[in-house]
């Protein structure tokens, strides 16, 4: 029978009988075995090729598909990732009235809650970047599927939404370069931070995850570099500058570029319009404003306070290891003992003053019409020049540039580099100048300034440079000899004595004029003019040789001196104790200096320096509080009066004498109980004053970065600035009234107390006239 004769299936029988169903089974397996049908497909040569094939690409595609897939997600964030982001945030160091000093960071970023941003910028995001933000669910599928569209049209419009954005800031494994790739992982990972977080937090993370001008991350530390407020007072028009600048940060900086700036402002205030966040009358008065920044440069470089901030970097360094905080991401918070309008008042006199002292020094070392920079001090000084110029990188690669192993060479080819030769006098021969200010009753520092310029000189004269401490280092020498039952009107000649060693070598330190006056002066006399021969006499009565001209036999006077500075705070394990050491060869730090002058103020006590208070983590939790470290008393209270007291006549002197620090009330007009010494080094190289008040003790140095570099001594001492009553008083003098002047400064201007029962000893063969006993009894009134 033909097929097309064959008779249909009954279907209803094929289900319900079993012969029949055999029968229908068997007739098909004799179709599929035709001949006939075997030969069609024999015809049809590529049926099976097709067909294989088709099966390898599928497997194939499905292969390609799930590693595809598989690569995507392997470039995801984890699950702890997504509920933890990680965000590297500044650490900062605060003043104690809570001013930020000093920041930390590889992004310079602090981070603030939603509650404290201001609308206006969460307006200007939502409006410029991503006006559905409150409706969809990590992407815009409007703008999305629009994207053919642009393009086909030749233009390219982005259509990342917030969430999106926040996606590559949040997670750097995304990446930021254009691919295909790339935007589905910021796809997926954006709906996952919508299922996660609200809108608010999403809101609140992008803005403080995204870059602005300047190397600012986050919008809080966007505001306090341009317009020097926190990110919740921001106006509507700075808000605009600011999400505006994000298009394109550089080009939109509002500090290189303000046009650009101007009109890029605009046109998100035009959005803002646009999505009803203004009125038309608030969009026309504010794209009629321009733009006003009060611009603070981020912290790594330019402030003066960054000496102080590595100061509290190194401080805290082994405590951060310890604990396992990064300094430079985790957000921490310092809080320090500086006083931040007194750091201020520090900064704006040191600055001011070593401005000034840079011009004299300068012309006090060039011949009058002179075309020669400093050309007195190259004819003094000749081999100075050349060792400069060894230390520049230009001589080091001048024997390969030159092809030359004979230095004169290298010479005579920097020579006649006029330009390069007129830098390196000029680098070189830069006065510095260091401030610090410490509370004596606590040892809390209330200002510190290492510098001028910490952007090119990282160095901290304030604690890293120890210098020579010349005349300062007296109030150690008579404080011994007070503690050796001397009395302040004792007195010895004016004259210069001389000591032998065992060569018969001749020790003959001296003045360099004798001071006019009685041949016999007091030790109260003598160390306000600062006078050498009487310090010098001191020595074979301190050891217990008195009328000696031996050397050796002062060593136990040296030793006692050596003691005395070691138990005011100051380093002493490297100085020998030799009989100069009276004299001030000692090298010391500033900080150490001034520390030491305090215990004078504090009845006897000293107590170290102390810079930080506590560190709290980014959420204000206290992780570690640190306290003064008390000693107990290292000399009397009575010889820390009687030394303060003769201290006093440095700044006022006496009767028949002038101190070499009365400049102080003369020049700068200061009346409130002060008590000091000047200091300065017998070449020269360094300038010191110290002033002590009841509640604040501060210390100044000037001198050169190189120690070669000192003023000049062959002018008159009565016009040269080379002495610290001409250098570093002033900026003491200048930091005095600046915060004598400042009505927001607590001042106080109290006199130093004796302690209880105390009777200034009196010369028996004199009576001290009323002037003097007003100054025992610690009153102001001179």
Do not use: C
Not at 140 to 159: C, E, K
Not at 607 to 620: C, N, Q, Y
Not at 758 to 780: H, S
């Amino acid at each position: 029978m033909s097929d097309d004769k064959k008779e249909p299936i009954d279907h209803k029988r094929y289900f319900n009988d079993p012969e029949y169903r055999k029968k229908i089974l068997q007739e098909r397996k004799q179709k599929n075995t035709d001949p006939q049908e075997s030969s069609a497909k024999k015809k049809n040569p590529y049926f099976n090729t097709v067909m294989k094939w088709s099966g390898i690409a599928a497997g194939f595609i499905f292969l390609v598909a799930a590693g595809y897939v598989f690569y995507l997600f392997q470039g995801l964030p984890s699950a702890d990732e997504f509920e933890n982001p990680e965000t590297a945030i500044a650490s900062e160091v605060r003043s104690r009235d809570g001013e930020t000093l000093d920041k930390y960071f590889t992004e310079n970023r602090k981070w603030v809650r939603y509650d404290e941003i201001s609308p206006h910028v969460i307006d200007a995001l939502v409006a410029t970047e991503d006006h559905r933000f409150y409706n969809h669910w990590g992407m815009d599928m409007f703008r999305t599927l629009a994207i053919p569209w642009h393009l086909i049209n030749g233009r390219w419009q982005g259509a990342s939404t917030i969430s999106q954005q926040l996606a590559r800031n949040l997670y750097k494994k995304i990446g930021q370069e254009f691919s295909v790739s790339r935007k589905f992982r910021e796809m997926i990972t954006a709906i996952q931070l919508e299922r996660r977080y609200t809108k608010r937090e999403i809101a609140e993370m992008y803005l403080n995850t995204v870059e602005f001008p300047n190397s600012t991350f986050g919008i809080e530390a966007a505001a306090q570099t341009h317009f020097g407020k926190p990110a919740k007072e921001l106006t509507i028009s700075e808000a605009a500058v600011m999400i505006g600048s994000l298009k394109a940060i550089y080009a939109y900086n509002p500090r290189i570029f303000p046009e650009r700036s101007k009109a890029r402002r605009d046109i998100v205030l035009g959005q803002m319009y646009k999505r009803n966040f203004l009125t038309q009358s608030e969009h026309e008065a504010l794209t009629e404003r321009v733009i006003e920044l009060d611009y603070h440069p981020p912290f790594k470089t330019g402030r003066q306070s960054r000496y102080f901030g590595e100061y509290v970097r190194q401080k805290v360094n082994p405590w951060l290891e310890e604990n396992g905080y990064d300094l430079y991401q985790d957000g921490l918070v310092i809080y320090t003992t500086i006083d931040s309008k007194l750091q201020k008042h520090a900064e704006r006199a040191v600055k001011t003053k070593l401005d000034s002292l840079q011009s004299i020094f300068e012309r006090e070392w060039t011949s009058s019409g002179s075309d020669e920079y400093m050309d007195i001090l190259w004819e003094e000084f000749p081999l100075f020049l050349r060792s400069f110029m060894r230390e520049t990188d230009r001589y080091k690669n001048g024997f390969a540039k030159y092809d030359t192993k004979i230095e004169q060479v290298v010479f005579d080819s920097l020579f006649a580099d006029t330009a390069y030769v007129d830098s390196v006098k000029k680098a070189r021969t830069r006065l510095q100048a260091s401030f610090v200010a410490i509370e004596p009753s606590n040892g809390n520092i209330l200002a510190w300034v290492g510098g001028t310029d910490y952007g090119n000189v990282q160095y901290d004269h304030v604690y890293q440079s120890r210098r020579q401490a010349g005349s300062t280092f007296k109030p150690f020498v008579y404080a011994v000899a007070i503690d050796n039952g001397y009395k302040p009107y004792h007195k010895f000649s004016k004259f210069p004595t001389s000591f032998y060693d065992r060569k018969g070598d001749i020790w003959n330190p001296k003045d360099k004029t004798v001071a006019e006056g009685p041949v016999d002066v007091s030790l109260r006399e003598a160390l306000a003019r600062s006078m050498n021969n009487v310090t010098v006499r001191l020595l074979p009565e301190i050891a217990g040789a008195p009328g000696t001209n031996k050397l050796w036999e002062l060593d136990p006077a040296a030793r006692k001196i050596k003691e005395m500075a070691s138990n005011l705070g100051i380093d002493m394990s490297d100085t020998p104790a030799f009989p100069s050491i009276a004299l001030g060869t000692a090298r010391v730090s500033l900080l150490e200096l001034t520390s030491a002058y305090t215990t004078f103020a504090n009845a006897g006590v000293h107590i170290e320096p102390i810079a930080i208070t506590r560190i709290e983590d980014k959420e204000g939790n206290i992780l570690q509080e640190f306290h003064p470290e008390y000693t107990s008393e290292v000399i009397s209270p009575e010889t820390a009066y009687i030394i303060t007291d003769m201290l006093r006549g440095v700044i006022r002197g006496g009767e028949d004498f002038y101190g070499t620090g009365v400049r102080l009330r003369n020049s700068y007009g200061v009346r409130q109980d002060v008590a000091g010494k000047t200091g300065t080094t017998n070449d020269a190289a360094d300038n010191w004053f110290v002033a002590m008040m009841p509640h604040l003790v501060m210390g100044a140095w000037v001198g050169g970065e190189d120690r070669r570099i000192r003023f000049n001594q062959n002018i008159p001492s009565s016009i040269s600035i080379g002495q610290g009553a001409r250098t570093a008083l002033p900026i003491v003098g200048q930091f005095i009234n600046y915060a004598t002047n400042d009505e927001d400064t607590y001042w106080k201007y109290d006199a130093f107390e004796p302690p209880p029962g105390f009777v200034m000893p009196e010369d028996p063969n004199e009576t001290r006239n009323e002037l003097i006993k007003d100054q025992d009894k610690g009153r102001i009134g001179w």
